[in-house]
């Protein structure tokens, strides 16, 4: 396994969300259910699951900003002056 195929796996094993989907995403290449008869819809399919996994990277992205902004409040809380008004 290459290094980069190790840190996909790491990050997906980190967002288990995005890891089903990119599942159900490389599911349609095999098509071993049979469930793809046609292009239609199989591109159908396909586009449902890319617009889905889009707004799970923007959740996903979301929460990592927010997780660290409240980080960087939380470090520089203590450091702020506070002056007596005149």
Do not use: Y
């Not at 290449?29 to 449902?48: C, H, M, Q, W, Y």
């Not at 996903?60 to 939380?74: F, G, H, P």
């Amino acid at each position: 396994m290459t290094q980069q195929q190790k840190a996909l796996v790491e990050m997906l094993s980190k967002h288990p969300i995005l890891e089903a989907r990119i599942m159900e995403i490389c599911d349609i290449v095999k098509n071993d259910s049979g469930r793809f008869i046609t292009v239609d819809e199989t591109e159908a399919f396909l586009r449902e699951q890319v617009r889905n996994l889009g707004q799970e990277v923007m959740g996903e992205w979301a929460i990592d900003q927010s997780e660290k902004l409240a980080e960087e409040v939380a470090k520089h809380k203590g450091t702020t002056k506070h002056s007596k008004k005149n």
